[in-house]
């Protein structure tokens, strides 16, 4: 198990290298960067939506230009950065040094990677804040998403999906499904905004409160009073990542139940005449939840990629998802790429995390037998 941990380890930073790369590229293709941007506010315009991205950082700028001199001079400015007619080309050239534009793109692309090996993502553009600051103080409400939602969806599937197989084909596994089949189609987006509407003073009642973790004045609050506003300002956001998210596990749950159930060595167990509950919690149980739990920490990835990042927006929630959703909007690269290598690194990681607990859970698993 060692030697396939080493191997997986060491093909993470191949990964991180590949994805930032391709990541890169696209960049350069994504109109209205932070120099257009700039530009636009100096001559207090709009950026133009077709603008053209000509400059990327050193490490902290991340999309590519053209030669410098041959880009700005007066004859061929304007097709270069629309809406910057009139403007003195050392302004331009100023701009794009403030954004580290003025180097070539290969060069800038490896003083990038130098310097996120040491987790040096430089500052943002916009927010005059070192960026690894702001990934650290939003990462404690994504994580407490993630971790909240996927807790809950388990101790809400795993019975669920056992009970679905025991009772297989009789009402209560009928009229359940009827739930499942509708967590799974509607996505959980629809249920974030539907309770907000019923709960949130969208149209009916005023029950949970709408934005943030904690409401004004926390500072003053006991140590219990704290904990019960954070849990009543989670109950809508969880609420909705839960909704969307339980369907999936419970039906892996049940057919793993379904499948061990049918096995030779349970039909064996019963006819020794053990009862019901020691077949199902003493041999079944964890031959079935070995896929079910080992699944844990690539479910909490999925959670907090996917269900975060719009619950996020939705709640308002200053998290990780929120604050790439908002670089996104704003060109701002080193966040944009900052919140990427963290969800791309915390994702490889956990899935090594995950193969792991499939060998701690069933010692007969051996990954390194399966790849001679």
């Keep these: 198990m060692l030697a396939y941990i080493i191997k997986r380890l060491l093909l993470v930073p191949v990964t991180l290298f590949a994805i930032i790369l391709v990541n890169f590229i696209v960049i350069q293709f994504a109109p209205g960067g932070p120099v257009e941007q700039t530009i636009a506010q100096i001559q207090g315009i709009g950026v133009d939506a077709t603008a053209r991205i000509t400059g990327g950082g050193s490490s902290d700028s991340l999309a590519s230009s053209p030669d410098p001199k041959a880009s700005l001079?007066?004859?061929?400015?304007?097709?270069?950065?629309?809406?910057?007619?009139?403007?003195?080309?050392?302004?331009?050239?100023?701009?794009?040094?403030?954004?580290?534009?003025?180097?070539?793109?290969?060069?800038?692309?490896?003083?990038?990677?130098?310097?996120?090996?040491?987790?040096?993502?430089?500052?943002?553009?916009?927010?005059?804040?070192?960026?690894?600051?702001?990934?650290?103080?939003?990462?404690?409400?994504?994580?407490?998403?993630?971790?909240?939602?996927?807790?809950?969806?388990?101790?809400?599937?795993?019975?669920?999906?056992?009970?679905?197989?025991?009772?297989?084909?009789?009402?209560?596994?009928?009229?359940?499904?009827?739930?499942?089949?509708?967590?799974?189609?509607?996505?959980?987006?629809?249920?974030?905004?539907?309770?907000?509407?019923?709960?949130?003073?969208?149209?009916?009642?005023?029950?949970?409160?709408?934005?943030?973790?904690?409401?004004?004045?926390?500072?003053?609050?006991?140590?219990?009073?704290?904990?019960?506003?954070?849990?009543?300002?989670?109950?809508?956001?969880?609420?909705?990542?839960?909704?969307?998210?339980?369907?999936?596990?419970?039906?892996?749950?049940?057919?793993?139940?379904?499948?061990?159930?049918?096995?030779?060595?349970?039909?064996?167990?019963?006819?020794?005449?053990?009862?019901?509950a020691r077949v199902l919690y003493g041999h079944v149980f964890r031959n079935a939840m070995l896929i079910v739990i080992a699944g844990f920490p690539s479910a909490f990835i999925g959670i907090l990629f996917t269900g975060s990042l719009i619950t996020e927006i939705i709640f308002s929630l200053d998290g990780l998802g929120l604050l790439g959703f908002k670089a996104a909007i704003s060109r701002d690269y080193p966040v944009m790429f900052a919140t990427l290598y963290f969800f791309t690194l915390l994702g490889l990681l956990m899935s090594i995390i995950g193969d792991m607990m499939y060998v701690v859970i069933d010692r007969r698993i051996d990954f390194e037998s399966r790849e001679t």
């Design 73 to 276: 001079s007066k004859g061929n400015m304007d097709s270069v950065y629309r809406g910057a007619r009139g403007l003195d080309p050392e302004i331009i050239k100023e701009i794009e040094k403030d954004f580290g534009f003025d180097k070539p793109v290969h060069v800038r692309f490896f003083d990038m990677i130098k310097n996120y090996i040491f987790f040096d993502f430089g500052e943002s553009y916009f927010k005059d804040q070192r960026v690894v600051d702001l990934v650290v103080e939003k990462m404690p409400v994504s994580i407490s998403l993630g971790l909240w939602t996927t807790l809950i969806v388990y101790l809400i599937s795993v019975p669920l999906g056992i009970r679905k197989a025991i009772k297989d084909g009789s009402r209560f596994d009928i009229w359940s499904s009827g739930f499942v089949i509708i967590g799974n189609a509607i996505p959980g987006f629809l249920f974030a905004i539907l309770l907000v509407v019923l709960f949130a003073g969208g149209s009916f009642w005023t029950v949970f409160p709408i934005r943030g973790l904690v409401s004004q004045g926390w500072e003053q609050m006991s140590t219990l009073e704290l904990v019960l506003d954070y849990l009543w300002h989670m109950v809508l956001p969880i609420g909705s990542m839960v909704i969307g998210g339980f369907a999936g596990l419970t039906m892996l749950t049940k057919n793993s139940f379904m499948e061990e159930i049918n096995k030779q060595y349970v039909l064996t167990a019963k006819a020794k005449g053990l009862s019901e």
